[in-house]
């Protein structure tokens, strides 16, 4: 364990951080929360930038060692505090297939959400169609990916799983249809009722409501 408390600067909402939660709750690592309010620009003082230059949430502090990037911190708990490998399997070939959906989630599944909602969420934008439908596609390698596997990267529920349950359960509260998705669907339910014993309620699913507040003012 941590010798003091790691410190983690987030706002509740914000899905990278919702998903370094969330991979804490199940080490059952207690994290010193910082919130840091990018609407008021708390992540563009001078302290915040010494220590994380790109100006993102997720920042962690693990006694002086600082992170950023979600998926590097979620990956980094679970190897320094982790009982187990089981959300992180040390095997190589295990440890390949996380990576690719963990890469597959930032470069195409969440970045997709992203260049769908943002617009929508923040700038007041009509939904765009075209976007919607690369969003989708990306959707649909993940359904394949879940093809005779319970969790995204196989048998078990891994780190992977627990970035991407933040893009569903986020679409989830948009009203987002993705029951064409069957094996996400499945999958969708199967790893709540993992999650849930962890606070997946009060973190995941009231962080995604926070987001559907903004798409409801629309
Ligand atoms: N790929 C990064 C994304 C982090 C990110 O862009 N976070 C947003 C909030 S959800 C943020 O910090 N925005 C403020 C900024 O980039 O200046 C991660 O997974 O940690």
């Known amino acids: 364990m941590p010798v003091q408390p790691i410190k983690l600067y987030y706002l509740p909402p914000s899905p990278p951080c919702r998903a370094v939660m969330m991979t804490a709750r199940v080490l059952e690592l207690d994290l010193h929360l910082i919130t840091t309010n990018i609407m008021n620009g708390e992540h563009m003082t001078p302290e915040y930038l010494k220590m994380n230059p790109q100006h993102t949430i997720p920042t962690m502090d693990d006694n002086g060692f600082i992170l950023w990037e979600s998926r590097a911190i979620q990956t980094y708990l679970v190897n320094a505090y982790g009982k187990d490998d089981s959300l ?15 890469n597959f989630d930032l470069g195409t599944l969440y970045l997709r959400y992203l260049n769908l909602y943002t617009p929508i969420l923040f700038r007041g934008e009509a939904y765009d169609q075209e976007k919607a439908d690369k969003f989708d596609e990306a959707l649909g390698w993940l359904n394949t990916f879940l093809d005779g596997r319970p969790f995204v990267a196989g048998e078990n529920m891994t780190v992977a799983d627990i970035t991407i349950v933040v893009t569903i359960t986020n679409i989830d509260a948009f009203g987002y249809d993705f029951s064409s998705h069957e094996n996400i669907a499945k999958w969708f ?22 987001l559907a507040s903004f798409l409801k003012k629309e």
Do not use: F, H, S
């Open 88 to 102: 992180y399997p040390k095997n190589p070939r295990q440890r390949a297939i996380i990576d690719q959906r963990l």
């Open 189 to 210: 339910e199967r790893t709540k009722k993992m999650l849930e014993p962890y606070g997946y309620d009060e973190i995941d699913v009231t962080g995604a409501k926070m």
